[in-house]
């Protein structure tokens, strides 16, 4: 079609409308002028029957009303109203503002009013415009299109056969592009889904939606060519929709149907390694597969021997940074730049390598890919091919290659925003349901407080988009868990559908367990959904007692000392040498603040041990005895979870500079290599022997760097890149991290990075993954260490030494039948137990036959109790 006639039918179709609406009720005067499309919407029609206009204005002897159609000649009265009390419920931040009813003679007239230009307007009697705004529909939708919630989306197979669709409920026509030619789809009204069912010949095909729709965005009706929000398959670079059968056992690696899994454990017992793909292997030269999925199949390459030797001593998962399909990789290797310089000629502390990579970072590789694009099918650049279907044959190639090295996998999913909304090309979901699928603030604009466009999972089908997708990647592709990104922008009951629905899932019916899938996520509290503001939030204290886990911020900060968003880097912490062996910052404190704030350090981490438990009841480093939810972070109860497994201990993630990293700005310059790689394996002990859940960045073992770079997001290979031979150093000294985040911290970087004692050999890297499998051995060996209640950590958990006079830098736990000393001073400690006296006590087999000279050297004194640790050791002692 021309676009001369395309103009042409438009205009007609648009008259026809016109003249149908004049015959509703509360149809306009024909003498009434179009308002212009505002450029706020302050207006929200929540149901049916109710409308919320923020600020609107007194009729004052005029008329309120929502307009629609290109003229806005179609017309629902509006009257002054109150929300009922269901309604404030659910728009609490909706409840101080002037509430509307829809005239009942007008709500018929609804759904074709979302169909078209919409506006809420008040005229004068004249029939003059005085004011008007734009109007966020997200609420009515869900009230007229609620069985749209249990429809099949995407493509759905059926003998072979497939059938395509899409909701769209405020299109005015959807049309399937399928391989060149125009095939039209017909609309269910009860549902608002368009769908077509096609030949088995579809199979393979490619395929996008033309979806002719008002774009609040654009100011007018767009017809936008979109790729499906349900794709299972993808063209490269998300050109276009593959009509994709994942039941096709052509796109299942050999061995597929007959996968087993390493043995399911318990939330509260995992062990989970955090890794990038593309980190794992580009680097390493014995990979046959750098930097793909397929290199999780290479068995014999350094990254695989690894990561089997630490399935061997007890960690149960291998959490993937996001694997979905992103918005900001290049997919075709033609495609991709990279960095022309001779970066390894540059000296340690150059501001050069980082110059060198910031010129491609837009273009090249690397992100870390918290940028979705689309939810369901796996990142194209990860793949040997990414046009076709080799990306989801070789995703579950490399699920299958984890679960050979006796690994579970996790997915890293990030549901909570998007990599673009309106007219944007990368917007998908905006450019079908325009303002609905986004969280728009009281003014109409996109809320951005996750760093991008935030989705609004509250929305019914946001939050069915949520759990049909978590659903797709358990079932189909054999996930065993999923982190969730920012989990405290989703509702609560968002993460508990996601959990029922995994729940449903059988061996028998569905091919996996979905019971035995772990769910965990961040649950800070920020932004406009703040403190409950528009739901109950999937935050940390709203999560206790659910079964799904939250990242435990409070042991993390008193370990490394300080904050991630401190001024001054080099702000101390129980792991890191303060007060027992200070640096030269004044941002630490007088002696007698930092013995202070080190005993209190002491506590939170006590109550980190104990997996955060609000109602665990010990003696605080004052004397005092209090539950976990009385000691205070940051204003903040420390203790939140109501059983292990609630809070997810860690010392370090892909956020923020790595373990080494951190600690490299903290402990004094001088500290020797092999003291700082002791004082590592204590920071990971903190998370390691603590109950409930523990995740480590992967690498962490090896102390990784990144060349102190707090945000490596869009770093690059350079220094991103995992080294898993030693004799290729940890990454530290690769020069000054990239200026967008790290400039205002060079100052303290440049004579660390040239100081060639800070870049370890392979003795210090080696003696501490080895100190750290001891542990995480003993971790995996001792029952006690994954208590399931509150009361069994109560009466099987204690810190004897804990209260006034505890020594600063040393913990010493109690736990069943072992003693825990993490000594983190740089001299050797004596802590005397009373209550142990007597009790056949000596260094727990796997330490005393294990890696670490140094912990060998451990004692106790039967007589007197007293357990006798090295300097900057963990010991574990186990009564015989």
């Not at 989801?392 to 990599?419: C, I, K, P, S, W």
């Not at 990647?473 to 868990?481: F, I, S």
């Not at 996996?512 to 649950?523: A, H, M, N, P, Q």
Request: hydrophobic fraction near 40%; proline fraction near 7%.
């Amino acid at each position: 079609m021309t676009g001369t006639l395309r103009r042409t039918v438009t205009a007609i179709a648009a008259a026809l409308c016109a003249a149908a609406a004049a015959a509703l009720p509360g149809a306009a005067p024909a003498q009434a002028a179009p308002p212009p499309y505002p450029a706020k919407a302050e207006a929200q029609w929540i149901d049916r029957d109710t409308v919320v206009w923020k600020g609107a204005p007194d009729p004052a002897g005029g008329t309120l009303q929502l307009e629609s159609g290109p003229d806005g000649d179609r017309r629902l009265r509006l009257a002054p109203g109150t929300l009922t009390p269901a309604e404030r419920a659910e728009y609490p931040h909706l409840k101080d503002f002037p509430a509307f009813t829809v005239d009942p003679r007008d709500r018929a007239a609804a759904a074709s009013a979302l169909r078209d230009r919409l506006v809420a307007t008040r005229r004068a009697a004249d029939g003059s415009l005085r004011e008007s705004t734009g109007v966020q529909i997200p609420g009515v939708l869900d009230d007229l299109y609620a069985a749209a919630s249990r429809a099949r989306l995407g493509p759905v197979f059926d003998h072979g056969r497939p059938t395509l669709a899409v909701w769209a409920p405020t299109a005015r026509t959807v049309a399937l592009e399928l391989d060149g030619r125009t095939v039209p789809m017909t609309r269910d009204d009860r549902t608002g889904v368009w769908s077509v069912r096609g030949e088995r010949g579809w199979t393979g095909q490619p395929y996008r939606y033309a979806v002719t729709v008002f774009a609040p965005a654009a100011g007018q009706t767009v017809t936008h060519k979109a790729t499906d929000p349900y794709a299972t398959g993808l063209t490269a670079d998300s050109a276009y929709s593959l009509v994709t059968d994942l039941a096709d056992p052509r796109l299942a690696p050999k061995g597929w149907d007959r996968l087993k899994k390493p043995a399911a454990v318990p939330l509260r017992d995992a062990r989970i390694q955090e890794l990038h793909i593309r980190d794992f292997s580009i680097a390493d030269r014995t990979s046959k597969h750098p930097g793909q999925y397929l290199a999780f199949t290479d068995r014999s390459s350094d990254g695989m021997r690894h990561l089997r030797k630490l399935a061997s001593t007890g960690t149960s998962h291998v959490h993937l940074l996001p694997a979905f399909d992103l918005g900001t990789i290049p997919e075709k290797r033609a495609d991709q730049a990279a960095p022309d310089c001779d970066l390894a000629a540059y000296p340690p502390d150059s501001e050069k390598q980082q110059e060198c990579v910031a010129k491609t970072a837009g273009k090249d590789a690397y992100n870390w890919g918290y940028d979705p694009l689309h939810y369901t099918v796996p990142e194209g650049s990860y793949a040997s091919d990414p046009d076709g279907p080799a990306r989801t044959r070789e995703f579950r190639g490399m699920v299958q290659g984890l679960d050979g090295a006796g690994l579970r996998t996790v997915m890293d999913v990030v549901y909570n925003h998007t990599v673009a909304s309106g007219q944007d090309p990368k917007s998908v979901l905006d450019r079908i349901v325009p303002g609905y699928y986004h969280r728009l603030l009281d003014d109409g604009t996109v809320a951005t407080s996750t760093c991008c466009a935030n989705t609004a999972p509250e929305h019914t089908m946001m939050g069915k988009l949520v759990v049909d997708s978590i659903v797709t990647w358990a079932k189909e592709y054999k996930v065993d868990g999923f982190r969730f990104d920012l989990m405290g922008h989703h509702p609560k009951a968002n993460i508990l559908a996601v959990r029922k629905a995994l729940d449903a899932l059988t061996v028998r019916k569905d091919g996996v367990d979905g019971k035995s899938v772990v769910l965990y996520g961040e649950g800070w509290n920020f932004g406009e959904v703040a403190n409950d503001a528009r739901f109950v939030q999937a935050t940390q204290r709203n999560m206790a007692g659910t079964g799904i886990a939250t990242f435990d911020d409070r042991a993390r900060d008193a370990v490394r000392g300080g904050g991630p968003f401190d001024a001054d880097p080099r702000v101390q912490g129980f792991a890191s040498g303060l007060f027992t062996d200070p640096n030269t910052s004044p941002a630490n404190g007088t002696r007698d603040e930092q013995k202070a704030r080190l005993l209190h350090y002491q506590d939170l981490i006590k109550v980190g041990l104990t997996g955060g438990l609000a109602d665990y009841t010990f003696t605080d480093s004052s004397g005092r005895t209090v539950k976990g939810s009385q000691v205070d972070y940051n204003g903040a109860p420390a203790g939140y979870a109501a059983a292990p497994g609630d809070a997810l201990a860690y010392a370090d993630a892909h956020d923020n500079e790595t373990l080494y990293d951190a600690l490299a700005f903290k402990l004094p310059q001088g500290t020797k290599a092999a003291d700082r790689a002791r004082m590592q394996v204590l920071a990971m002990a903190t998370a390691t022997l603590s109950q409930g859940p523990a995740l480590s960045q992967a690498g962490s073992d090896l102390l990784r760097s990144k060349s102190l770079d707090r945000n490596s997001f869009d770093s690059g290979d350079w220094f991103n890149a995992l080294h898993w031979n030693c004799a290729d150093g940890n990454g530290f000294g690769r020069g000054l991290p990239p200026a967008a985040d790290n400039k205002d911290k060079w100052t303290y970087a440049r004579t660390l990075l040239a100081d060639p004692a800070l870049r370890p050999g392979c003795d210090a890297i080696t003696a501490a993954s080895a100190a750290y499998r001891d542990l995480t051995r003993i971790r995996a060996t001792e029952p006690d260490f994954g208590l399931a209640t509150t009361g069994e950590v109560q009466r099987a958990l204690s810190f004897p030494l804990s209260g006034a006079g505890e020594t600063p830098g040393v913990i010493t736990m109690r736990l069943g039948r072992l003693v825990v000393v993490l000594n983190a001073t740089p001299e050797q400690q004596r802590q005397t137990v009373p209550a142990a006296a007597g009790a056949p006590y000596a260094l727990h087999p796997v330490q005393a036959r294990g890696a670490d000279p140094v912990v060998r050297t451990s004692s106790y004194d039967a007589k007197t109790g007293a357990f006798t640790v090295p300097a900057r050791t963990v010991a574990v002692f186990t009564r015989g």
